[in-house]
């Protein structure tokens, strides 16, 4: 009998994949992935076995046509452990877990349902023995040699292997991914997505167009200049050390970005890196990285990577085959260039879901900076900080943590599960620096409601205001508007990236040309934005977050340090989210021991406050202790775990806006079956908002936001159908839906 992998278009099966063609293919593929990071074989055998389930008469007929359910993934873990020997049993119960996920997802051990590891392992599966003629059965040579650098401890322990596991399950569905849209573009039924060139053949033209770059610069005078071109020159001579973990301490306009893209092009032409990926906190000021990077190393070599906008779901039925698992093939992040945020490298770290996990081997051996580091989620730091160190130990990563706010990560006596950072500086002297760069004063001024706040403002002729919540920005900028003042400008994520970015373009053309700019904006306008204020007002929020808030004032030192104010207030009509109350409480006690805010010694000091005062709540989900290893085996919590590391609690979901002609151009070729799922996302991505998903549900409810293409692309693209719901100044509104939803319908 033959046996097939993927059906084609022709009835007598010439053109449809041999089963045993599949099996090696995707096999050469993935060990071609692990080989640089040392698991060639694991990940060799894990692709030869993935789909030893469909030889099984029933799946051939379901390739026929045939509505029948077949589960095709739990054979190859079961072969794959009746097959090992010795010390490669426990090399392949972790391989196990990736070929039962390789379609639903990472499973966890034992969750009590017949999804888990240990019930699909009892199942019996029908399995012809002709796969014995067609496939090797020498399984041998698993485990890799770099796992006696493991640590001992037990928890350690078993989150290395948990992660070793990761990685082998990113090489085998990337494998599969790619070699399945091989098959369906031969047929002419997909178009292939793009293919990158590598980091290595790029890197001495991009060191040669940065030096170009940089040297524009070098004729420009003033004391702030000259103190940038010192701290690039000492960061890239730093380039030379030892790839691992690293600090960049720069207050805010010392040229971070610059010189973290500096030293990190040095650093992968000494060391062999593969790729830089920059993450960075909010999408605000993503297209802001991105286009600086384009603008040095070229626009074909940057991939802009943020919005999640595919979101494969756990599937017990395994339903999805053939092109269907195409529709889901997001990012590979086989970039030579990454920008990116927090949430899509770290949800992807942490992922058990299969269009998000196939980035993570290529994540390994990366240059990868943390713009800001200080804002990674208090709840979720020690996971974020242990798989940083799981890189940079075990996977060739060079990590920089970039703030100008360092956080107290560092492995200490009173923190002894910090990283190991001492001695690994590459800024000069953080302290002179910040000292150097102090341009703000920052001052408490109580209780401050909106209609105080916009008569400060309106004595002012430019001035930024943020406030913590998207309800207080569009009320207060309603009020301001209401008042007559002039140049109000409203900053929100209600506004898709595209649109933000514009607002921002003539946000810094008012500024420049002296024309009244009042900006009214959430946190997003905090984390390394480019603009330059006279004076700000914040509402209360951690130290963190204020001295963020200063550094959009000032920002080229020419005005005195006095004048520029940042004014800390209480709203009293809009109380603080809850992550936010505590950080107050440990910004206020800074007031009273420290008299400059802005100052290394009170952000060293503040952190370790909260640090201390959350103690076991810097692992609020209990992420860690999940990844057990001991005598009897694994037991890995792949999918809840997954479920639970979320660094936007509220789980928010996109619309995506097409009032620009770009997007609607998009939106219409969803409906063009061939073109890849990725690539469309990838373009719609700057044209999205983030709402709540009750929020969406209503929208969709009544009328208002519709799934385009779902026969295509089921539930994946949703689209903003009341172009009215969108207002430029504001964003989308989604609050009165229903009623406007009954009010259509009457007309």
Known sequence: ????????????????????DHLVSVATLAGEMGKPLGIEKAAFFAGLLHDLGKYNPDFQKRLEG????VDHSTAGAQILLELAQGQDRMMAEIMAYAILGHHAGLPDRMNGTDASYDR???QRIRLDPGWKGEISQAVAGLTPVFLKDFPRASEELGFSLAFLGRMIFSCLVDADFKDTEQFYVALGDVEADRSWPTLEDLLD????????????????????NALRRDILAHVRAKATEKPGLFTLTVPTGGGKTLASLGFALDHAKMHGHSRIIYAIPFTSIIDQTASIFRQILGDAYVLEHHSAIIEDKFD??????????LKLAMEDWAAPVVVTTNVQLFESLYSARTSRARKVHNIANSVIILDEAQTLPRGLLRPAMRVLEELAAHYGCTIVLCTATQPALGKRDDFPKGLPLAGRELAPDPEQLAARLARTRIRHAGEVNNAALLAALGDEHQALVIVNSRRHALDLYKEAVAEGLDGVIHLTTRQYAAHRRRILEDVRARLKEGRPCRLIATSLIEAGVDVDFPVAWRAEA????????????NREGKRARGESLVTVFVAPDYPPPAEIKGLIGDMKRMIDKHDDLTSLAA??????????????????KKILPRFQVSRHGTDFAYRSVSEDFRMIESGLTPVIIPVDDEAKKVVDQLSIESIPSGKLARELQSFTVQVPPKARDILIRNGHVAFKAPHLRGDQFAVLETPSL?????????????????ENSVI
């Open 1 to 20: 009998m033959a046996w097939y992998a993927h059906s084609g278009r022709d009835e007598a099966k010439g053109d449809w994949q041999a089963l045993s």
């Open 66 to 69: 045939r509505d029948i359910r």
């Open 120 to 122: 699909r392992m009892e």
């Open 205 to 224: 033209g991009f060191v040669d167009r940065f030096n170009t770059h940089m040297a524009g610069f070098t004729e420009r005078s003033g004391e702030l």
């Open 316 to 325: 017990p039925k395994e339903q999805r085959e053939q092109k269907n698992k």
């Open 542 to 553: 951690g130290l963190d977050q204020i001295i963020q808030a200063a550094g959009r004032v």
């Open 603 to 620: 952000i060293e000091d503040y952190f370790r406050e909260v640090y201390w005062r959350l103690g076991e709540g810097l692992d609020a």
């Open 726 to 742: 969108y207002r430029p100044e504001v964003g989308l509104l989604w609050e009165d839906a229903e009623y406007l939803g009954a």
